[in-house]
């Protein structure tokens, strides 16, 4: 089969057969690119949902999403629209996320069943323990804001909440779960204690962010790693920049290859996600931007030596560095991130 690209713009579409899946534990297909649809606080619910409706429409059958992005119901029309247009729920992969303020046993069914009926599912695919902190931030908030409660990790409660992700898949409610923004050595006590295991943990990655030991123990202990930021996220909220941040689509390596294949530099940055093995979640509203993506995940591979370029570019930037779940005063964001290989004592 070929992909269907006819250059004549709004002609072109990814035939959705040739994009590359991961297969997960449980034997399921999930294709290897997703759609972002965090607006960064700044893009509407409508313009968002509006993108989605698109990129099914150019070939996309993956999309990420979660109740802390404030829109899924407007996602959930998009997806009735999708739906009328012939494609079938089991082609699709949709993954929603508990947020923060719904740890513990009393709300995660809850939350679980808003999201399916905000989206107007009867399963997801895939639900993830968003933070492993239960520390609200509300949306829009800057770096300095703090929940009232703010806790550290502490892996009783985790189990608390990881038990009623476990029974969600019990009730037919979601397919698969999963974490999100972990650690290695939070994930070996998950790993230890669950009945259920994680089937992907999502996690910051990009050129400049690699994470090669996470990403390593994360394969080897049977999960996909699924990359969020996978372009840089040019456009995150103010609270998530520092001026030490790097860029990675600035790069001269990504800029080199990307002037070689005659694509935007974000494209490169998906192209080599997809052949590392993570897969990537991109976020776009812009059509001909979210287009050029899927293609990337289609088109001729990157050679070996740009490969290895790209994996030596990597300069240890993490740009979603989440200080607003710190729980205590006097801290780094570091301490989220257990640097030292244990999990930052409370
Ligand atoms: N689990 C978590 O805690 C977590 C955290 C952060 C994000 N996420 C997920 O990951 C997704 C992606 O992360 P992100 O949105 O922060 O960052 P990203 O995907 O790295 O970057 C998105 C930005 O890149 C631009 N862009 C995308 N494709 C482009 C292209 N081909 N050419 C030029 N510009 C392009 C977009 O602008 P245009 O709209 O103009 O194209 C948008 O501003 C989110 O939407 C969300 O679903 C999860």
New binding site residues.
């Given amino acids: 089969m070929n992909a269907e690209i006819a250059f004549g713009s709004l002609q072109r579409t990814v035939d959705p057969a040739l994009v590359p899946q991961r297969i997960l534990y449980t034997g399921a297909k999930m294709p290897a690119i ?7 606080d700044h ?1 509407s619910a409508a313009e968002v949902a509006e ?1 989605v409706e698109g990129a099914a429409a150019v070939g996309y059958r993956h999309f ?3 109740s802390v ?1 404030g829109n899924e119901r407007q996602i959930g029309h998009a997806l009735q629209q999708i739906s009328r247009g012939g494609i079938k729920r089991e082609q699709l992969w949709l993954t929603s ?1 508990l947020w923060n303020d719904k740890h513990g046993e009393s709300d995660v069914i809850r939350s679980c069943r808003q999201s399916l009926a905000d989206l107007g599912l009867e399963y997801l695919d895939l639900y ?1 323990v ?2 492993p902190f239960p520390n609200y931030h509300p949306p829009g908030c800057d770096v300095s804001s703090r929940s009232n409660n703010a806790r550290p990790y502490l892996h009783a409660e985790f189990m608390k909440t990881w038990r009623k992700m476990e029974e969600l898949v019990t009730l037919g409610l979601v397919r698969h779960i999963g974490t ?2 972990m650690t290695i050595p939070k994930l070996r006590l998950v790993l230890r204690d669950a009945s259920v295991k994680p089937a992907v943990n ?3 990655l ?1 050129p400049h962010f690699q994470q090669p030991e996470l990403f390593t123990f994360v394969q080897l202990n049977g999960m996909v790693p ?11 909220p103010e609270r ?1 920049r520092t001026p030490e941040d790097t860029v990675p ?1 600035e790069d001269p390596i990504i800029v080199k290859i990307a002037s070689r294949l005659k ?5 490169v ?2 192209k080599w996600a997809i052949q590392r093995g993570q897969v ?7 059509r ?3 287009l ?2 899927l293609e ?1 995940a289609v088109s001729e591979p990157l050679t070996e030596s740009e490969m290895r370029d790209i994996r030596s570019i990597d300069r240890n930037c993490r ?2 560095k989440g200080q607003v779940f710190l729980w205590k005063e006097g801290q780094s964001w570091e301490d989220l991130w257990d640097m030292n290989g244990e999990i930052t004592p409370p």
Avoid: Q
């Avoid at 997703?34 to 960064?40: A, E, P, Q, V």
């Avoid at 694509?263 to 494209?267: C, G, K």
């Avoid at 990537?280 to 812009?286: G, H, K, L, Q, R």
């Fill in positions: 997703g759609l972002g649809t965090f607006g960064s893009v993108a990420d999403c979660a992005y996320k993830l968003h933070w999100s923004n999502e996690m910051e990009h699924v990359g969020y930021c996978p372009i840089g996220s040019p456009g995150r998530d689509i694509v935007h530099p974000a494209v940055c998906i990537p979640i991109p976020f776009s509203t812009n001909s931007h979210y050029g993506n990337g740009l979603i």
